[in-house]
């Protein structure tokens, strides 16, 4: 039988508070970077085959370390100026992070970081799962895996995910009230669908694939477009400043990102949006937040948002928040 939970739910107003806490799946070092005041709001649960972190900072911190060899964990992590492993990280996207992983990130101002993490019975399960494929792909190989979930798989994650925080947030809230199966049961349940959109999803490939000069295209567009974060980029204006042409930006993209430059332009846009509901969803209207990201068609915006999430941004933000401003 498994023991109760661990959990906890705390603020911190100096990183050196912060690095009293410990990681059963990741060894590190914080340290701050910057001038700015130190405040953040930390929430996890530890119970069984996972372990459950969503973390909200106003950063001026970097962070380094390793995963644990016995450990693979799927990571949210999106702020203005943040870095993964030097590249840039503004949206909330999923990444796959496997056993044995060194990461270096980089926080300079307002971040938040979600975290779901799998140990024990969950990756031997993975483990044979892997073994029987003829390809070689594998989430257990080291390495960040930054393949494409579906945007509405993604959200059911975070959904989960911060459910389950919920509970350990109201457990601090309410000390004498027993929430010890509630922790357990959303712990459980969170582990056991990242794990199954792992089972139902191709893993890396043993070897990396195609063109090198068609990955350093797609490589120096990405950078370009981060370069207006709020705003469309246009697409001939990258082919103008790469010196290529449309077709072959097409190409590269569609080889290494599996969709085409302005579909992808505009996903990353309401990636942003997304972000924004999930981190101010209640205090900010949907209006603003699509016209912060140049939406400025809000039947298109929710109409597009809906094909990429499965569900309307107001919806969504409903489903995070609850009651919230008027749009």
Not at 30 to 38: D, E, K, P, T
Not at 182 to 195: D, M, N
Request: net charge neutral; aromatic share 8%; proline share 5%.
């Amino acid at each position: 039988m498994l023991e109760a939970p661990n959990w906890y739910a705390r603020k911190y107003n100096s990183v050196v508070a912060r690095t009293g806490g410990s990681d059963p799946d990741a060894e590190f070092h914080i340290r701050q970077i910057g001038s700015q005041r130190h405040a953040s709001r930390l929430a996890t649960i530890d119970y069984g085959d996972a372990f459950i972190l969503d973390l909200q900072d106003k950063g001026g911190i970097a962070m380094s370390g390793a995963i644990n060899d016995d450990a693979l964990t799927a990571v949210f992590l999106w702020g203005e100026g943040t870095t993964f492993n030097g590249q840039r990280s503004e949206v909330p996207r999923l990444r796959v992070i496997g056993p044995g992983t060194e990461f270096d990130l980089e926080m300079p101002g307002s971040y938040r970081l979600m975290r779901i993490g799998l140990r024990r019975s969950a990756l031997d399960s993975l483990r044979t799962a892997s073994a029987s494929r003829l390809d070689g792909r594998n989430w257990l190989m080291p390495g960040v895996h930054g393949q494409r979930f579906a945007p509405a798989t993604e959200l059911e994650l975070q959904q989960k995910l911060l459910l389950t925080v919920g509970y350990a947030q109201a457990a601090a809230a309410r000390p004498g009230y027993d929430l010890s199966a509630g922790l357990a049961v959303a712990a459980s349940e969170a582990g056991a669908a990242l794990a199954q959109v792992l089972f139902h999803t191709e893993g890396p490939p043993a070897r990396g694939l195609g063109s090198g000069d068609r990955r350093d295209i797609v490589d120096a567009t990405l950078a370009i477009l981060e370069t207006k974060p709020h705003g469309p980029v246009s697409v001939s204006a990258v082919c103008g400043i790469l010196g290529v042409g449309e077709r072959t930006l097409e190409r590269a993209f569609h080889e290494h990102l599996g969709v085409n430059p302005r579909a992808y332009e505009r996903e990353r846009r309401l990636r942003a949006a997304h972000g924004l509901i999930l981190t101010q969803g209640d205090r900010l209207s949907i209006t603003d937040i699509a016209m912060s990201f140049s939406f400025w068609h809000l039947g298109r915006f929710a109409g597009a948002y809906s094909a990429l999430f499965g569900c309307s941004p107001s919806e969504t933000r409903r489903r995070i928040w609850g009651h919230a401003p008027q749009d």
